[in-house]
Nanobody, 125 residues
Framework: VQLQASGGGLVQPGGSLRLSCAAS????????MGWFRQAPGNEREFVAASKGNGGSTTYGDPVKGRFTISRDNAKNTVYLQMNNLNAGDTAVYYC???????????????????WGQGTLVTVSS
């Protein structure tokens, strides 16, 4: 499984970005997909996840109400819509894929089997 993340860039505070992550796998719909981020000097932080097979979505507390994860199983792609961005959202964003994840593990990086290369999001005026 290969994951290709894209969509990062420089955005002003209060602005929006949409990240995409394309997966090269035939059974994409069965995979749980997650977004994580890592700022310099910080540990990798859970952002959002979409459970496979039509399961639910879940979000990290810092992004609730501002970010939305969605997926298009026909395109093997997961998205992260990020609104009302602030400086604290500046980080490298990674997408991850895992098969047969249970809901309680979605926010833990070690639960995922595959990772994309990361895309940098910088929020600055």
């Amino acid at each position: 499984v290969q994951l290709q993340a894209s969509g990062g860039g420089l955005v002003q505070p209060g602005g929006s970005l949409r990240l995409s992550c394309a997966a090269s796998v035939r059974t994409f719909r069965t995979y749980s997909m997650g977004w994580f981020r890592q700022a310099p000097g910080n540990e990798r932080e859970f952002v959002a996840a979409s459970k496979g097979n039509g399961g639910s979505t879940t979000y990290g507390d810092p992004v609730k109400g501002r970010f939305t994860i969605s997926r298009d199983n026909a395109k093997n792609t997961v998205y992260l819509q990020m609104n009302n961005l602030n400086a604290g959202d500046t980080a490298v964003y990674y997408c991850a894929a895992g098969n047969r994840l249970i809901s309680s593990t979605l926010r833990y990086p070690n639960a995922y089997d595959y990772w994309g290369q990361g895309t940098l999001v910088t929020v600055s005026s």
